[in-house]
């Protein structure tokens, strides 16, 4: 199948390209690179060395046979995407080319209208160049489980059915994001399903849980095929982040208490997800929601896993809350019981459990562990709900009060002296 990827160069895109062309699709994509220039912006850069996108698509080519066309460019230009369609004709196209961070968009208001308008812009064109230029083409979209924030009942997949005053409908599940990114993604979804509706478009919107691992199979040992791994506040995602706090032995951040449950999943089985929804496209017309996840976990329960698989390797980190910059949306214990049926019958199998995957992905952060050390700094967090910019404290001894004291100061400091 012809498959155009939006946000090629991206941690997910990087390696849904490799995957995808190792399935035998003939690729494509395009990206104007953003996400290299935002983490800097965060003081920060990817934990795994990447290559420049030149040297990216050379690797691919001598790797897997397949010459993958790319355009260094923005998709907010409908020109530009009017051509790529034209002349790479898709018969799908998998939009990742979003800003993906909740913090980021909660910085200020530039941040948080930057945010929302490439968001919904690129979105938009996508949906045009599907209408006019290839309406046969399925569109995947990744959505994200966050648009429902978390609700004190069950979260169906998209749509739930109600009786209200006698009367009986089958309606989207209210969205009730946390951040002004998870509302662009709202926005996102509710374009599409319009789109969908009014022009007969195919779409799967995905609500992917928290993404997290340091590579996906066939990657090999060419460093030019790695994807990126981030961990500074904003573009690293929690697992990852005390991954790459656990190889420096910094102290593992958990923000507040922990007791936030969300739904994770390994990137290998992200793209086992993708390639799933893929090649098995929706009826024209329909707009279907899958929750792609593999478990629900605490923040609590993946610090101590992260802590102990780092034990085994040696690495004495300690675990150590500090307060929650998103203290206003995260509740400590919740109730968080979302779906997630449709991918498993489509043949989903979960490929690992957190502490393997975290086992592997410590392997792989060790030889980069003063990369990390140099942009510590960026670890702590300093984007607050509440608009004002400071760094975050430790809640110390006297913080959650079910929490063991595991030594953040000493951990901290430890890195402090070891670091360049
Ligand atoms: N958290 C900590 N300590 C940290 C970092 C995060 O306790 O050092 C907590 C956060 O408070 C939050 C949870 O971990 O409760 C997840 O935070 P995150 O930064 O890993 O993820 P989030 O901001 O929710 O966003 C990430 C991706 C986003 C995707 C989303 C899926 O960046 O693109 O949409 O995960 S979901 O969370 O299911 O909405």
Not at 140 to 159: A, Q, R, S
Not at 234 to 263: D, K, M
Not at 294 to 322: H, M
Request: with cysteine.
């Amino acid at each position: 199948m012809r498959v155009f990827i939006a946000g090629m160069d991206g941690y997910l895109g990087w390696s849904l390209a490799q995957h995808l062309a190792r399935r035998g699709h003939e690729v494509a994509g395009a990206d104007a690179l953003y996400r290299r220039s935002w983490v800097e912006e965060m003081g920060s850069a990817s934990a795994i060395p990447i290559a420049t996108i030149d040297r990216r698509l050379e690797a691919l080519r001598e790797n897997t046979g397949n010459a993958i066309p790319f355009w260094n460019g923005d998709l907010r230009d409908y020109g530009l995407v009017d051509r790529i369609f034209r002349e790479f004709e898709p018969e799908a196209v998998i939009h990742l080319g979003e800003c993906p961070s909740a913090p980021y968009s909660m910085i200020d208001r530039e941040h948080t209208m930057f945010v929302q308008m490439n968001n919904l812009t690129t979105t938009f064109n996508l949906l045009f160049a599907i209408r006019d230029l290839a309406p046969g083409a399925h569109l995947m979209k990744l959505g994200t489980m966050g648009e429902y924030g978390t609700p004190n009942v069950d979260i169906p997949e998209g749509f739930f059915d109600v009786e209200y005053r006698g009367r009986k409908d089958r309606m989207p599940f209210p969205r009730q994001a946390p951040s002004w990114y998870h509302w662009s993604k709202v926005h996102g979804s509710n374009n599409i399903m319009f789109a969908c509706k009014i022009w007969g478009l195919r779409a799967t919107d995905v609500m992917q849980g928290v993404v997290f691992g340091s590579r996906i199979d066939g990657m090999g040992e060419d460093w030019r095929l790695r994807t990126r791994l981030d961990f500074d506040q904003a573009f690293g995602t929690v697992i990852n982040r005390f991954s790459c706090q656990a190889v420096i032995e910094h102290a593992l951040t958990p923000y507040g208490a922990g007791g936030q449950r969300r739904g994770f999943i390994p990137l290998r089985d992200s793209m086992q997800c993708l390639s799933l929804g893929l090649e098995n496209p929706p009826e024209a017309g329909e707009y279907r929601v899958f929750n792609q996840f593999a478990e629900t976990y605490s923040i609590r329960e993946l610090a101590d896993t992260v802590q102990k698989v780092a034990l085994t390797l040696g690495l004495n980190a300690g675990v150590a809350p500090v307060e929650n910059p998103r203290a206003a949306v995260e509740r400590h214990g919740h109730h968080f019981a979302p779906d997630h049926d449709r991918l498993r019958e489509l043949g989903y199998q979960p490929s690992r459990d957190v502490a393997s995957e975290v086992r592997e992905m410590l392997e792989d952060l060790l030889p980069h562990r003063d990369r990390i050390a140099k942009h510590q700094s960026a670890l702590l967090p300093d984007v607050h709900w509440d608009g004002r910019r400071r760094r975050v404290d430790y809640l110390g001894k006297d913080g959650p009060s079910d929490w063991t004291w595991a030594g953040a100061d000493e951990a901290v400091l430890k890195v402090d002296a070891a670091s360049p």
